[in-house]
């Protein structure tokens, strides 16, 4: 059976609900497929989304309210939070002695803009540490398959030394992982396959790509939430109910 989602070894392990959607769990722009792939990563709740632009900004959804622009949300306990991609790269972020949560949004553009730094920024200021961060970086498009024009590799090859660039092939997982390390996390993983190129046994493409399929192509789901009640089955640190949605900034920042 195609697996509907993937999981992060990492968060399995601090017992966070979270999934990676593959193909096989649909479109993640819908509300339905959005339902059943938060139940299959173990979510009862709501997870809030973003109408995502490729930038920079982070932001602290509410219950219920419309979508809002951004490319990095960020949770206290009770609301999940998730982004959709379709070659870009996932990255979730949790401390859970902090309580805190993100989801980010990271194409070349968001990954030289500064979008894993935004919402490190945001969770450290809300009162994360980066030894109590863990980080998992979802399924995207490889370096198997990401050649990119001259220029844009030199700008990679620029900011992030040559090793992320095989020739004109970008390897973005590997920016964004530093762009982790840069900032102090150690407990990092990157799961999942080529967002292009990885198959099922069926021989059937597991994600859905934008390079492969243009404008047609769905979105994966990358989720993750803090539950608000058993506080104490989770993190190291065991911090108090409810303190980490009370550390919770409010709204937007840039
Ligand atoms: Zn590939």
Known sequence: MRPLLLRSSLLEGIGLPHGFSTAAAGDGRSEAVRAAVARAGGWEGTLATARQLHGTQAH???PG???AEADALLAGPGLGVAIGTADCVPVLLADPGARLVAAVHAGWRGTIAG???????EILRAGATPDGLFAAIGPHIG???YEVDESLAARFRERFGAGVCEGQRLDLGRCNELLL?????TRIE???????CAVEATGEPRFFSYRREGERAGRLLSFVGLPAAAESELGPRGSGPGEGAARRPG???S
């Open 60 to 62: 602290w959804p509410l």
């Open 65 to 67: 309210e419309p979508p």
């Open 115 to 121: 979008v894993v730094q935004a919402a490190l920024a």
């Open 143 to 145: 370096r198997c398959c």
């Open 181 to 185: 390390r840069e900032a102090g996390l």
């Open 190 to 196: 990157r799961v999942g396959g080529c967002s292009r």
């Open 251 to 253: 709204r937007s920042v």
